[in-house]
């Protein structure tokens, strides 16, 4: 079992800055991916950004550019940098963690808040 802590949501401001955190203990094996997904009201759960153990990222067109996505394995620590915030990312930002143990094992946070406004 893995589990997932986020932190950093908060009341941000249209072109401000956020950092998201998502924390993992438990049984961590050396592959894996860590992601970012969120939810806004009405609409389905979105992949926004995701990075592999090897350090392989991703990132969803709508953020490109103006997030960034890096992890501190040495603290089992994820991070997202969010710059120039707009009011379409307000939603439930979740943090998602995959490995391969007997099989797919996927794991996620239980969410953190971020909404956009002024």
């Known amino acids: 079992q893995v589990q997932l802590v986020e932190s950093g949501g908060d009341l941000v401001q249209p072109g401000g800055s956020l950092t998201l955190s998502c924390r993992a203990s438990g049984r961590i094996l050396s592959i894996n991916v860590m992601g970012w997904y969120r939810q806004a009201p009405g609409k389905e759960r979105e992949v926004v950004a995701s990075v592999s153990s090897g350090g392989r990222t991703y990132y969803a067109d709508s953020v490109k550019g103006r997030f960034t996505i890096s992890r501190d394995d040495a603290k089992n620590t994820m991070y997202l940098q969010m710059n120039s915030l707009k009011s379409e990312d307000t939603a439930l930002y979740y943090c998602?963690?995959?490995?391969?143990?007997?099989?797919?094992?996927?794991?996620w946070g239980q969410g953190t808040q971020v909404t956009v406004s002024s």
């Open positions: 998602h963690f995959y490995q391969y143990s007997n099989g797919p094992r996927d794991y």
